[in-house]
């Protein structure tokens, strides 16, 4: 009887342990040390804010710290002037974590739906960081007593969190041709630092980030769920060019109207 009460209190304990204190693949990104090996949520959202910083060249973000990523951090780590070990620790994460002019991609459409929260932001939300978001951030700073340097750092993201962005999903209809990475003069790399020569196997569209933002989630009629991560000088309003490996599949893709739905989250 005495065992079974011990064993009850101990199955209590390890419960209470679960539900209070989580484990480290619940954690926020920060909270721990990512490494070669590391696979978790945290990875993933290490891996958007890598490919935010164009030092990504996979177009997946996978949750798995493998040799890419190892080598992305390490690419961060230089052009920040950090420790090159390609280990995420706190100092290269809260590093990372800091948007600034010239970043692109999925943080920064929350930075530019949370600063719309806040009625700071009445561009177009295009997972772009340029000179309207840079203002924005520098306005919401002053409004905040927040030094206003037009960089979106922990303090900044701290007082923009107290109210919740809003994010938009939406279907509609575009004009598509394709393309492929081999062409004369293609450099093979998208403008978000996706290398499409080197990694080809990945689904891939440009667009106008007027219209779908860089950085989005889209699901593409005939084509199948892409990241947003290109932009193309012929590609304006609703248009997007997908990315074939193949050229004789490219040619055969043709132009034509797609339906496509974009998902910013």
Not at 26 to 46: H, P, R
Not at 64 to 92: C, M, N, W
Request: glycine share 12%; charged share 20%; with cysteine.
């Amino acid at each position: 009887m005495m065992l079974k009460k011990l064993m009850g209190l101990l199955m209590m304990a390890v419960l209470c342990t679960g539900l209070f204190f989580p484990g480290h693949s619940s954690a926020a990104l920060g909270s721990q040390m990512l490494s070669t090996g590391s696979s978790n949520s945290d990875v993933k959202q290490l891996q958007e804010y890598l490919m935010t910083k164009g030092v990504f060249p996979y177009h997946t973000a996978t949750g798995y710290y493998g040799p890419i990523t190892k080598g992305a951090v390490e690419r961060f780590q230089e052009q920040s002037r950090l420790k090159v070990d390609g280990i995420a620790g706190s100092a290269t994460i809260s590093k990372i974590k800091v948007l600034r002019s010239g970043d692109m991609g999925k943080p920064v459409i929350e930075l530019q739906r949370l600063l719309k929260a806040w009625n700071t932001y009445d561009s177009t939300v295009d997972g772009i960081y340029g000179d309207s978001t840079v203002s924005a951030v520098a306005s919401f700073q002053k409004n905040q007593g927040i030094t206003a340097d037009g960089i979106a750092g922990p303090k900044t993201f701290s007082k923009l969190r107290q109210k919740s962005p809003s994010y938009s999903t939406r279907s509609f209809t575009v004009n598509s041709s394709a393309y492929t990475a081999d062409c004369d003069g293609c450099s093979g790399k998208t403008r978000m630092g996706i290398d499409l020569q080197k990694y080809n196997d990945g689904k891939v569209i440009a667009v106008d980030p007027e219209v779908i933002p860089l950085g989005s989630k889209v699901v593409v009629e005939g084509y199948g769920t892409a990241i947003a991560a290109d932009t193309g000088g012929g590609i304006n309003g609703k248009m997007i060019d997908v990315f074939i490996p193949d050229h004789g599949d490219a040619i055969n893709w043709g132009r034509k109207d797609v339906k496509v739905t974009v998902y910013e989250k």
